[in-house]
């Protein structure tokens, strides 16, 4: 039976945390749910290269320890933005009644509520997990679904312990936020601060955005297409995929540009410029994705990537500025993009696709720029 501490902090952290980070996991779930649907029936494709379930084994990360290690990584960053997340909200006042509540009790009792709060929290990974062990037994992998359900356990285990600890120190006026800094300060021209954005307040997001983007880019798509290395369809779908898995940043982008920067509509910028910055960023952004397209690449194929994968970042920033922050009809827009930007690369039309997107964007950019839709 759930005691009541238990119902309260599911109620309290776990509730908030989904609320706070909606964004980020639904992008991800569309990134996983494009690429194993729609990739399966690419029938202009080997059919061996789709095989359904050497697909379903790459996705679970249960062959290989490099793909089980880069999943762990996401796994430990998730957690780690669920630490920072509680962390920050066991300061507010209105949570202060924990400090005389939950630790009047034993030290156990804290730590198994806590313990199944963080359990609510991480259910995405521990259901992905489950789903690791029934396809590791199927295809004779024993340890490394072993190897996953421990470290489930481990991560909340000490996510527990650590909870227990910051709701025993709590005291009036002394804030105890888990945070990285950075020591290094560096130039900021207006284009780059969103990206300062992203090292300062968005770390653990980006960085499992990167991770995600460039597992596309190097190591699972890249093997599982290795017969068709010189397809530039292939190339195409992988570039799209890796993009598609920046969602959340250019979600938190427009945000970022509505709500700590609405005045910056006044400053002396045209509309080109503008863009101008936003290629430039976008960039920026993206220069991990560009050094790995260089080395898998040719110098030649490389930069058209790179041209594709900028305009179709400016597409779904575009549409942003139709939608505005409504994250469950982005998303909807977003999915429904993917879908036909896919087939447009399927059938061959890579180049058209990336000089339509390029003007989508601008005109979105450029006609709603100076209208933009209520932040809330």
């Not at 560096?186 to 460039?214: A, C, D, E, M, N």
Request: net charge positive; with cysteine.
């Amino acid at each position: 039976m759930i005691s009541p501490l238990t119902r309260v902090l599911i109620r309290i952290f776990s509730t908030g945390f989904y609320r706070a980070n909606a964004g980020l996991l639904l992008s991800f779930f569309v990134i996983i749910v494009s690429y194993t649907i729609l990739i399966t029936p690419a029938g202009t494709m080997p059919h061996e290269l789709f095989e359904f379930s050497q697909l379903i084994v790459m996705l679970t990360f249960i062959s290989s320890p490099v793909t089980l290690s880069m999943i762990f990584l996401v796994w430990l960053l998730y957690t780690v933005r669920s630490w920072q997340y509680v962390a920050a909200q066991l300061t507010l006042p209105e949570n202060g009644f924990l400090f005389y509540s939950s630790t009047s009790l034993s030290w156990f009792r804290q730590l198994s509520s806590w313990w199944w709060m963080q359990f609510v929290i991480t259910l995405p990974l521990t259901l992905y997990g489950l789903l690791a062990v029934v396809f590791g037994i199927i295809h004779h992998h024993y340890l490394y679904p072993f190897l996953t359900l421990i470290y489930l356990v481990l991560l909340m285990t000490v996510s527990a312990v650590i909870y227990v600890r910051l709701a025993n120190k709590l005291s009036a006026g002394v804030p105890e936020v888990l945070a990285f800094r950075w020591p290094v300060r560096w130039p900021t021209p207006f284009f780059s601060l969103f990206l300062y954005q992203i090292v300062h307040r968005l770390k653990t997001g980006g960085i499992i955005t990167k991770v995600l983007s460039l597992f596309c880019l190097s190591s699972g798509v890249y093997a599982l297409a290795s017969n068709n290395r010189h397809d530039l369809r292939v190339a195409g779908l992988v570039v799209l995929t890796a993009v598609t898995a920046h969602l959340y940043l250019v979600y938190q982008e427009h945000r970022f540009e509505g709500m700590m920067l609405p005045f910056a509509r006044n400053f002396p910028y045209s509309r080109k410029q503008l863009f101008g910055y936003a290629v430039l960023r976008y960039l920026l952004l993206l220069t991990p994705e560009i050094l790995v397209l260089f080395i898998l690449e040719s110098p030649l194929q490389a930069t058209l990537l790179t041209l594709y994968a900028v305009s179709t970042l400016l597409l779904f920033r575009g549409w942003l500025y139709l939608t505005g922050l409504q994250m469950n009809i982005y998303l909807l827009v977003a999915f429904i993009m993917y879908i036909l930007l896919f087939w447009l690369i399927m059938y061959g039309y890579l180049w058209q696709s990336a000089g339509i997107n390029l003007l989508l964007g601008y005109l979105f950019f450029y006609l709603r720029y100076y209208r933009p839709r209520p932040v809330v």
